[in-house]
């Protein structure tokens, strides 16, 4: 089967185990090399040891054969067995240092300031630390003959004499008898078995000797045998110029092979090969070839056929040993020992040894890289060598048994290999005689670069880890492999292991003095570190900070919050130490700056680190100072680059303010108003949009916090801003530009304990029109150290792209500022009177002074309030001094008391639902809804009147009544927004103006409980009995009623008993009354113009294509007052009606929205009105007895009497012109749902007691049908009333007597009374008609036998509409019905 061949192996393991030639050369072949500048014949082959490509098949161990393409060979001039000394601590460090001084080592290729370079990471460890590479190669190379192995050993001795001597057979006999060969063939493996391999060379320099060199290569055949080449040297006689292309090659041949074996015996300035040309470096490289082919690889192998011959009873397993054994304790002759105790007294086999021969055998095998059989040689060896515990050869053969099972193709599993290679070093440092560093040292190099090659980078951190403690340098070299290691694993980079054991080896390189690479390391650890945090938070929607140089600030801030800051700190602290002690204190300054940002350090090392910090600016303040004015010189601004910026204390710039008219109330802005009620809101685009008008004082709130548990101090903390002036404003100052556009003020000292966050307030007054922006923060850190700090909010997630969505990505970032304009408004608006409590109903008056600050007038002044239904406002009016306030505050009146208050009115009054939260103050007339608000002709209307402009300095004063609508704790919000342009479609398109917004708390406690409730008129169907039941819950309070107001479009209400209610109610603490009122139909005719509206209105914006915009016809409200009190209050011509209608408008939009969900609030305007025909508005009046005299009224809206006006569902009803057609089927689906809620809605607030036709029975007269008889005929006046505003109807009235109630389907109960003794007589079936809200009577008769109380109330009345065929919509209430009595109607029939 074919081998593996080398170039599949490490080549470091293959030229670290290859065969070794001992080299002696005459003095004449010295000479020969000296003139090329090789000392030695050895070093003149060196080049060509490597990778001798010998193409020749051979047989291994067990007589297979198999193909040899490459091999390596090792020459030396010298062979000793010496006591080894071990290494000290010393010797490896300056080994190690040795190596470091002409690497790159600040270069890390595999980490950048944002993660580790996934391109980097497939490059070979060497790259990333070369000055290991140095070592090892330096270490191999140190190796020295042992006598537990015959790796070091040579195989063969290359005897080189020169053809210009005298008797060169003479001259290598000698060298056969020189003392290194004695010691070769008496200490080494090979013995008196060494090979002999001979080399006649001739000199070029020697044109002489070329005519009989042939004759004396014979000679030396004949004498040496056939181990024999001739070899041409030195023939560039006519010494070409080193500086060709071809002397270059040849140089770089020694050149590049010195660099390899002597790594650090540098020869920069060498010239090798001067009197060689291309021809004498082919015979050179042919010539160690042939000595390969001819002579050492068949040596060698004949040694293994030998050896495994000689060695065949030891390797058959156990019965050889089992034979042995019992020759050992049950002989009688004693054998002789085969072991001997070598220089270092550890105990060996004689070279003779059945034991050596074994180890020999492997060993040539291995050589030969026969991998497979030396491996089962090496494992049978160790046995042999436990059982004589000879630990030193034991260790030897477990280490090869595992370098063969990793230099075979097939992959062994860890515990086959990791077990031969633990037992090796173990063996090699506790086991022997002496530690065996420099094997175990050898043991773990050789280890380690087979995992690299078969990539099990999981195996290596604790084979590097196996490194004695002791070795110093070379102990943190270890664990920076071991570090790397983890960054090669298959799946991804171990990070965080990554930068313990990174930490480790600068500790150890620290602690062997090379900190340029204890340097290294801890900025690999701050790196990792630093791309560990980024990793583990990738899902988070938070803006990575930028990084800073010295991949610092940027890193330490990411690590300040998480686990690692203790950590961060110290590696923070080491290398700005080291660069104290290097004196770059530019990159001492930044490592000591970011040991200011985390609260996880112990407060004795926050406080060193702050003064190491102060101690170290002070030391290089100067340079630092002379760097900032070059830079300064340059352009720079002086005021950044001047000042370090730490991470202490924090300043979150998202949480800074901007606050225009710090020393004004409420809360500042531009918002957008628009109509619909909807409160001001922010910019559509979402931006910050400051403003203030020139001369105005800014406040700039900074929320300050100190991350450290030890106390700092701010001194002179300000900020540093940029102002751009606008053009204009440019042009208008003229010569007075160079004055300061603007003034900040200073925070002199700012205390900050620890983990204290506190609130700082700098103050800018503006001069002139432009932006000023506000770039950063400064203070002196202590009062010492000059501190920067950079306020910029950060961007927004961008998500509009895939791209976007899937990789976080962020907008630019935006800087603090606002822009200063001169036509900007500045209204200064004061709250005056402004209660906190109030009884429920009770009404106080309060103002709003507003005064306009700007050199401009204000054209438009609004207001808008959150709860209209707490709020009146009256008109404002201009003044110029308190006293004519304080007059008109005294002149305006709620409510206005009267002695002459009519009963009943009339008031033809505006119906149109408008929202009523927003008033304009200043500018046009102008509604909530855009339209222009005034008087209609006749038509009752309290708008309000606003001024005109407000010039510069005026004041305007507003009029605001407060009402406790609701028991319990509001927050009031009021909005004030001015603008110095005139807009008349401020709220029907919405503008940008200037906002205040003002929070008011108000809470309000229980006066009066106010109920109504509604019982039916027995004698007159068409009436309503209204309760009020008025309970006083104040504790120690009277109450006075005053007046009592109902309004109705169709209703008037007159008190009950007049004669016997007082003229003055009063009720007492915890009393309650009940005021009694009968409600009739208002003596005119009635059109419900409203509920006509709206079916109209409803049927449009459900079926057809346009959508409605006209309002409701002006309705005449009835007002029915009852004085309650000594005087009345004139309810029709006070400011209390408009605020009245207002309330009522607010009330009656929020039922709207909560009733019709589906419809949009836009709408309401032109499909309700505000007042409906049959709808009830009830006030009551009230005022306090004695105390402070308050007054106020509670009102109860929409009081349903029980009559049935449910019109609604007439709307959904298509048109006759049918409905408009829908395009879309969602278009169509959505009109369905909207259909569906509306008649949800109506189906849910009707009343199951609702009858549309009513009848009533009313005795005329009684007379006897004769004297003598005492039958008597009652006559019976029978009313039918029809409730219904929308349907006539024809009815049929059946009246039953009581001898029929058994066949009447539905009759009423029998009551007590003589029933059975009466009958009705005459016509009993009546047939008539009904008028919309009309009553129609019919004369009936009863005949009674006896004369008494009798219960006349049986009938059946059965009614259609007259128009109930038009009725075809699925949602249309039936207009068929079929009525029975529901009381009693009990006659007196007496004579």
């Known amino acids: 089967m074919p081998r593996p061949t080398l170039a599949q192996k490490r080549d470091f393991v293959a030229k670290a185990f290859c065969p070794r030639a001992l080299v002696l050369s005459t003095p004449a072949i010295a000479d020969a090399c000296a003139v090329n500048n090789c000392s030695t014949f050895a070093d003149l082959l060196a080049p060509f040891g490597q990778d001798v490509s ?172 056939q181990n024999l080449s001739l070899l041409k040297i030195n023939s560039n006689t006519d010494l070409i110029d080193a500086d060709t292309s071809e002397q270059s090659k040849i140089s770089s041949i020694w050149a590049n092979t010195l660099s390899t074996t002597q790594p650090l015996d540098p020869h920069p300035d060498s010239v090798f090969g001067s009197m060689l040309n291309m021809r004498d470096v082919t015979a050179l490289r042919d010539t160690v070839k042939q000595m390969m082919v001819r002579g050492i690889v068949p040596h060698m192998q004949y040694m293994i056929r030998v050896l495994s011959d000689q060695t065949a009873n030891q390797r058959r397993g156990i019965t050889g040993r089992l034979f042995s054994a019992g020759r050992r304790y049950f002989g009688t002759a004693a054998k002789a020992s085969n072991t001997l105790t070598g220089v270092d007294g550890d105990t060996y086999f004689r070279y003779d040894s059945a034991e050596a021969q074994m180890r020999k055998l492997a060993d040539y095998s291995f050589m030969l890289k026969d991998f497979r059989f030396a491996q089962s040689v090496y494992q049978v060896a160790r046995r042999d060598f436990q059982s004589e515990k000879a630990w030193k050869c034991y260790a030897g053969a477990q280490e090869m048994v595992g370098v063969c099972k990793l230099m075979l193709e097939v992959h062994a599993t860890r515990a086959e290999f990791d077990s031969n290679f633990e037992d090796a070093v173990t063996m090699y440092l506790h086991k022997t005689h002496a530690p065996c560093q420099h094997l175990a040292i050898r043991c773990i190099i050789i280890y380690y670069e087979l995992l690299k090659h078969h990539k099990l980078y999981s195996f290596a951190p604790t084979t590097l880890l196996r490194v004695p403690n002791s070795s110093g340098a070379l102990r943190a070299m270890a664990c920076e492999q071991a570090a790397y290691a983890f960054l090669k694993f298959p799946n991804r980079p171990e990070l965080r292991k990554f930068s313990f054991y990174a930490m480790l080896a600068a500790q150890e390189y620290q602690r062997a003095g090379i900190a340029s690479l204890a340097h290294r390391c801890l900025r690999m650890v701050r790196l990792s570190l630093g791309a560990t945090l980024a990793t583990d938070e990738s899902e988070s929607s938070e803006k990575p900070v930028d990084d800073k140089s010295l991949d610092g600030s940027g890193t330490s801030r990411a690590l300040a919050g998480s686990n690692w800051s203790s950590i961060d700190s110290y590696i923070n602290h080491e290398l700005g130490t080291q660069c104290m002690a290097a004196q770059d204190y530019d990159h001492a300054l930044q490592y000591f700056m970011a040991l200011m940002g985390s609260d996880q350090i112990p407060p004795k090392l926050q406080s060193k680190y702050l003064q190491e910090l102060l101690q170290l600016y002070l030391e290089s303040s100067d340079k630092l100072d002379l760097e900032s004015e070059k830079e300064l010189a340059a352009g720079l601004d002086g005021a950044q680059n001047k000042r370090v910026e730490l991470s202490v204390p924090t300043i979150d710039a998202r949480m800074t303010r901007v606050i225009m008219s710090p020393d004004l109330e409420g809360e500042d802005g531009v918002l957008e108003w628009r109509n619909g009620g909807a409160a001001p809101s922010a910019l559509v685009n979402g931006s910050a949009d400051h403003r203030c008008s020139v001369g105005e004082s800014v406040a700039v709130l900074l929320v300050v916090k100190n991350p450290l548990t030890i106390g700092i101090t701010l001194n002179g903390f300000t900020l540093d801003c940029h102002f751009d002036a606008a053009l204009d404003a440019e042009a208008t100052n003229g010569e007075e530009s160079e004055s300061p556009a603007f003034a900040i003020t200073t925070v002199d000292t700012v205390v900050l304990e620890g983990g204290q966050t506190s609130m700082v307030t700098v103050t800018i007054t503006t001069h002139c029109a432009g932006r000023l922006t506000i770039r950063g923060a400064t203070y002196l850190l202590c009062d010492i150290l000059p501190t920067y700090k950079t306020l910029k909010m950060p961007g927004k997630r961008l998500n509009d792209t895939m791209e976007q969505r899937v990789t976080p990505t962020y907008s630019a970032d935006i800087q603090l500022g606002f822009q200063v304009d001169a036509s900007f408004p500045r209204l200064e608006a004061v709250l005056e009177d402004f209660p906190d409590t109030l009884m429920s109903g009770s009404m106080q008056r309060a103002l709003v002074r507003l005064t306009n600050r700007t050199q401009q007038s204000c054209q438009n002044i609004m207001l808008w309030l959150s709860h209209p239904s707490f709020f009146d406002v009256a008109s404002p009016q201009l003044v110029d001094t308190d006293e004519a306030s304080a007059e008109l505050a005294e002149s305006q009146s709620m409510y206005v008391y009267s002695d002459n208050v009519e009963a009943t009115s009339e008031v033809l009054t505006a119906n149109v639902l408008r929202d009523c939260s927003m008033f304009v103050l200043a500018g046009p007339a102008i509604a909530s809804d855009g339209s222009a608000a005034g008087t209609e002709c006749g038509v009752k209307s309290h708008a309000l009147i606003p001024v005109e402009t407000l010039g510069p300095g005026e004041s305007l004063l507003v009029p605001v009544w407060i009402r406790g609508d609701r028991v319990g704790a509001h927050t009031l919000s009021m909005a004030i927004g001015a603008s110095t342009t005139q807009s008349t479609r401020a709220l029907t398109t919405g503008c940008k103006m200037r906002t205040r917004k003002f929070e008011i708390d108000l809470v309000v406690t229980p006066s009066l409980r106010v109920n109504a409730f509604v019982r039916p008129s027995v004698q007159n169907p068409h009436e309503r009995i209204l309760g009020i039941e008025i309970e006083n819950v104040q504790s120690g309070l009277d109450i006075q009623l005053v007046q009592s107001t109902f309004t109705s479009g169709h209703y008037e209400l007159l008190p009950l008993r007049t004669g016997t209610t007082p003229r003055v109610v009063q009720i007492g603490s915890k009393q309650t009354v009940n005021l009694m009122y009968k409600a009739r139909p208002w003596a005119r005719d009635v059109q419900a113009q409203p509920e006509q509206f709206t079916i109209s209105a409803l049927q449009q914006y459900i079926f057809a294509k346009d959508k409605p915009t006209a309002v409701p016809a002006p309705i005449r409200l009835v007002h029915s007052n009852a004085v309650l009190g000594h005087q009345g209050i004139d309810s029709t011509h006070s400011s209390l009606q408009a605020y009245i209608a207002r309330s009522q408008a607010h009330r009656r939009r929020t039922m709207l929205c909560n009733a019709y969900p589906l419809i949009p609030e836009k709408f309401h305007s032109a499909l309700f009105p505000l007042y409906e025909t049959f709808g009830i508005d009830f006030v009551l009046f009230w005022s306090e007895t004695g105390g402070k005299g308050r007054t106020g009224h509670h009102s109860i809206t929409g009081i349903d009497l029980g009559v049935p006006h449910d019109y609604i569902n007439e709307a959904l009803t298509p048109p006759a012109s049918g409905a408009a057609r829908m395009w879309l089927k969602d278009t169509e689906h959505d009109r369905q749902e909207l259909i569906q809620s509306i008649a949800n809605r109506s189906a849910a607030s009707a009343h199951r007691t609702e009858r549309t036709l009513d009848v009533a029975l009313r005795l005329t007269g009684v007379r006897r049908v004769s004297e003598a008889d005492a039958l008597c005929v009652a006559d019976i006046e029978v ?113």
Not at 136 to 149: I, L, Y
Not at 1320 to 1331: A, E, K, Q, R
């Open 1279 to 1391: 009313s039918v009333y029809n409730h219904s505003w929308q349907h006539a109807y024809n009815a049929t009235l059946r009246l039953i007597s009581p001898s029929e109630s058994g066949q009447a389907s539905e009759t009423k109960p029998e009551s007590s009374g003589p029933q059975a003794a009466w009958t009705w007589c005459g016509v009993t079936t009546h047939t008539l008609s009904v008028d919309p809200l009309g009553s129609v009577c019919v004369q009936a008769q009863v005949a009674c036998s006896a004369l008494g109380i009798i219960d006349v109330g049986m009938w059946e009345l059965s009614a259609t509409a007259v128009n109930a065929t038009a009725a075809t919509s699925p949602y249309a209430k039936s207009l068929e019905c079929k009525l029975h009595p529901l009381h009693p109607s009990f006659i007196n029939v007496t004579i």
């Open 54 to 225: 010998t193409q020749i098949t051979i047989q291994d161990g067990q007589g297979a054969p198999y193909f040899l393409d490459k091999l390596n060979i090792k020459f030396t001039t010298d062979f000793k067995i010496e006591k080894r000394s071990t290494h000290s601590r010393t010797e490896i460090d300056d080994l190690v240092h040795t190596s470091v001084l002409d690497s790159d080592q600040t270069n890390v290729p595999f980490l950048t300031e944002h993660g580790v370079d996934a391109s980097a990471l497939s490059s070979d460890t060497s790259v990333w630390a070369p000055w290991y590479t140095l070592f090892r190669q330096q270490w191999m190379t140190t190796m020295q003959p042992s006598e537990h192995e015959s790796f070091m050993h040579p195989v063969a001795c290359v005897l080189v004499a020169s053809g210009s001597e005298d008797d060169p057979v003479g001259a290598l006999r000698t060298l056969q008898a020189h003392a290194a060969v004695n010691r070769v063939q008496t200490q080494g493996f090979s013995g008196a078995n060494v090979l002999f391999y001979y080399v006649l060379v001739h000199d070029g320099r020697d044109p002489g000797v070329l005519q009989t060199i042939d004759h004396t290569f014979d000679q030396v055949r004949r004498a040496f045998g």
